[in-house]
């Protein structure tokens, strides 16, 4: 089980990027596929999930932020929209296997890692 995240670099606030989640050595529609983020001085949290066809995101970028998944490509994508300063972290993408439908933001659920793609949003 190989997990790759992709899509990081360097944004103005207000702009977009998109994170993409490779996977390899299993297929991302029986896993929860999470993204997670750490910024520098801080614990590592839960960013959006999905597993089958449910979806969670943390408060923070509800309205803001989209997860979807790529069956046809073993992908999950996260569409970051109006992006923020505090926004700016390592985002990496985990998995867990489920068929259950079971989606959680809480890091410890969660068995493979992938790396981290850097995110900067700055002027």
């Known amino acids: 089980v190989q997990l790759q995240a992709s899509g990081g670099g360097l944004v103005r606030p207000g702009g977009s990027l998109r994170l993409s989640c490779a996977a390899s050595?299993?297929?991302?529609?029986?896993?929860?596929i999470g993204w997670f983020r750490q910024a520098p001085g801080k614990e590592r949290e839960g960013v959006s999930c999905i597993s089958d066809d449910n979806t969670d995101y943390a408060d923070s970028v509800k309205g803001r932020f989209t997860i979807s998944r790529d069956n046809a490509k073993n992908t999950v994508s996260l569409q970051m929209n109006s992006l923020k300063p505090e926004d700016t972290a390592v985002y990496y993408c985990?998995?867990?296997?489920?068929?259950?439908?079971?989606?959680?933001?809480?890091?410890?659920?969660?068995?493979?890692w992938g790396r981290g793609t850097q995110v900067t949003v700055s002027s």
């Open positions: 050595g299993f297929n991302v529609d029986y896993y929860g």
């Open positions: 985990a998995a867990h296997p489920t068929v259950t439908g079971w989606t959680s933001l809480d890091e410890g659920q969660y068995d493979y």
